[in-house]
């Protein structure tokens, strides 16, 4: 089994800047993307970023330029820095990896959510 624990979030007012972190522990054998989705109020579950081996990373248009994604593979943890932050990026942000173990019956994939973050960008 798999946990993620996330750290990082707050309260910025506009233009500030935050880093999400979210680190993986457990039967890690491989871990195959890493991803940061935001929960607002009255909307649908958004995909920020993602960091996928093999491919690179990718971002939803409201972000980009603004938020950049990395990860420490030594670390198992992935990373969100969001800058220039807008009162429209408020919400609950949570971390979302696929990877794999090994088990006797060979190598499984797993995914696992974090419990998620607030971030407030607010005057």
């Known amino acids: 089994q798999v946990q993620l624990k996330e750290s990082g979030g707050g309260l910025v007012q506009p233009g500030g800047s935050l880093r999400l972190s979210c680190e993986a522990s457990?039967?890690?054998?491989?871990?195959?993307?890493m991803r940061w989705n935001r929960q607002t109020p009255g909307k649908q579950r958004e995909l920020v970023a993602s960091?996928?081996?093999?491919?690179?990373?990718d971002y939803a248009d409201s972000v980009k330029g603004r938020f950049t994604i990395s990860r420490d593979n030594a670390k198992n943890t992935v990373y969100l820095q969001m800058n220039n932050l807008k009162v429209e990026d408020t919400g609950v942000y949570s971390c979302?990896?696929?990877?794999?173990?090994?088990?006797?019956?060979?190598?499984?994939?797993?995914?696992?959510w974090g419990q998620g973050t607030q971030v407030t960008v607010s005057s």
């Open positions: 979302n990896v696929d990877g794999t173990t090994a088990m006797a019956l060979g190598v499984i994939p797993w995914t696992s």
């Open positions: 457990g039967s890690i054998l491989s871990i195959t993307a």
């Open positions: 960091i996928t081996s093999g491919v690179g990373t």
